[in-house]
């Protein structure tokens, strides 16, 4: 399973101002986050963090990886069935 953090700026945009980036597994879109670049990766990484808990899908994901055998953990179909079963649940 990759982890993927995307800058989905405009080409040009200055670094100090706020850029737009986009987290994914594979290849499901998480969420979209800003950032301003030249704050630095550490500082990337947190803004990313934070989206991802203020979107709520952190404990669903959890949830979802949990329940796939280790074995079907970088199958993303297997993994995104689990996510869809467990927020269709509302658990």
């Known amino acids: 399973m990759s982890i993927i ?6 080409r040009g945009t200055p670094d100090n101002i706020r850029h737009r980036y986009r ?4 290849t499901e879109t998480i969420v979209d986050f800003e950032h301003v670049r030249c704050n630095g990766l550490a500082a990337c990484l947190r803004e990313a963090a934070r989206a991802v808990e203020a979107s709520g899908h952190d404990e ?3 949830e979802a990886l949990e329940m796939t055998p280790k074995e079907d953990r970088d199958d993303l179909t297997s993994l995104n069935r689990r ?3 467990t927020a269709a649940k509302g658990e």
């Open 5 to 10: 953090i995307t800058n989905i700026s405009e």
């Open 23 to 26: 987290l994914q597994i594979n």
């Open 60 to 62: 669903e994901w959890r």
């Open 83 to 85: 996510f869809a079963l």
